[in-house]
Every structure is written in C-alpha cells, then in structure tokens.
C-alpha cells in the first residue's frame, strides 16, 4: 500500500522556522520527482516547491522563495520542506505528492500566528 | 504565469445524471512532444486530493471509467457520467506544462 506521511507541523510564531518531512512507503521514492503542494483553510490548492528524483532539478514557487527549501533523502525515503521567515500567510495544510500527483500524503498544518 | 480558469463555481447533479465541467489555460498546454500537459483532480470532503486524469485523457489506475478528460490545447472538459454519491466533492484542474505549476480555483459538485 501507498503511503505518504507528513509530520513536522504545528503552531509557530511569525518570522521562526519549521522543518516538514514526508516518508513515503509503498513505492519507488527515488524513481519520483516530488512536490510540497498546501492548501489555505478554506482556499484552493497552492503549489509550493518541486524536486525531481535525484534533486538536479528544484523550483519554488515565488511566494516561498528565499525562504522555504526543499530536499530529499532517498536512502531515508523522506522529503523535507524546511521553512524560515515564516508569515501568516504561510498557514495552510501542507502535502506532499509525487510528480503529477498518484501519491498525496493526509497533510500536516502549518500555523503561523503570535 | 498560467492561469488555469475553471467554470462553474458549483453544480449541482441528480445522481445517475452526468455532469461536466471546463478548466481553460491562459497558455497551450500542448507541449512539442505531442503530450498536453493538463490534470484532473478530486478532493472529496476532508480528504487528500486524488489523481483522476493525468495528460488530459487518460483514466489515473483505480478511477472509475465514469470519468473521462477531453480538451484542445487551452480549454479542457471533465464528464462525469452516471454521478454517484461518492463523485461529491471539489474538483481541480491543474497544468504540469511548465512551473510554476497552477491549479484552477476548484468547482464544488454537490447532489440534488
């Protein structure tokens, strides 16, 4: 079974850092490029950041830019978003998914508030 | 930027009646390789979304023949046919031609 499992999240005050992970299972982690996509509360989805297979390849959106990284550890099957200078508008359900989308994790929440 | 418009906002569906909604580009998805690069997904309520059709026609594994995804190379259409209960939910259409990736607003399909 497919599986991709988001942890990491949780309140955090403006201008600190987080560290979201994803472990997949089920699959061929290294063989897939993959996303961290998140979802406002209410809203539609936002695409945050992409990193192919072997990391040569990495695009962030430009709302995160400079401020959010993406990585990967295919020996760990785990993919990380580390988040600096977090804002409000940050707060969102985080997911992870692969390339174009066959594998979503359940999401973790990410809130930024004093 | 693309920007992926969806109509409607909402439907509302009799079950076992079809239903269809439209997903335009501001750009051609059609890339040179021949693949056009649009996608269909679902987010049932208080659910992950899921892949339903992936390079504008074909069918994600486990989905349902129901579906199916037409289009050219900007405007885009999914056909539901027969709508069953567990069709309700938020469907998104989104392009993987070129980043940043974008995903259309959403249409929010409810029964009658």
């Known amino acids: 079974e497919v599986q991709l499992v988001e942890s990491g999240g949780g309140l955090v005050q403006p201008g600190r850092s987080l560290k979201l992970s994803c472990v997949a299972s089920g699959f061929t982690f290294s063989n897939y490029g993959m996303n961290w996509i998140r979802q406002a509360p209410g809203k539609g989805l936002e695409w945050v950041a992409y990193?192919?297979?072997?990391?040569?390849?990495?695009y962030y959106a430009e709302t995160v830019k400079g401020r959010f990284t993406i990585s990967r550890d295919n020996a760990k099957n785990t993919l990380y978003l580390q988040m600096t200078s977090l804002r409000s508008e940050d707060t969102a359900l985080y997911y992870c998914?692969?390339?174009?989308?066959?594998?979503w994790g359940q999401g973790v929440m990410v809130t930024v508030s004093s | 930027d693309i920007v992926m418009t969806q109509a409607p906002l909402s439907v509302s569906v009799t079950p076992g009646e079809s239903a269809s909604i439209s997903c335009r580009s501001s750009?051609?998805?059609?890339?040179?390789?021949?693949?056009?690069?649009v996608y269909w997904y679902l987010q049932k309520p208080g659910k992950s979304p899921q892949l339903l059709i992936y390079?504008?026609?074909n069918l994600a594994s486990g989905v349902p023949d129901r579906f199916s995804g037409s289009g050219s190379e900007t405007d885009f259409t999914l056909k539901i046919s027969r709508v069953e209960a567990e069709d309700v939910g938020i469907y998104y259409c989104g392009q993987l031609l070129e980043n940043p990736r974008t995903f259309g607003g959403g249409t929010k399909l409810e029964l009658k």
């Open positions: 998914a692969s390339g174009q989308g066959d594998y």
């Open positions: 750009k051609s998805l059609l890339h040179s390789n021949g693949i056009t690069y």
């Open positions: 390079r504008m026609s």
């Open positions: 990193i192919s297979s072997g990391s040569s390849y990495i």
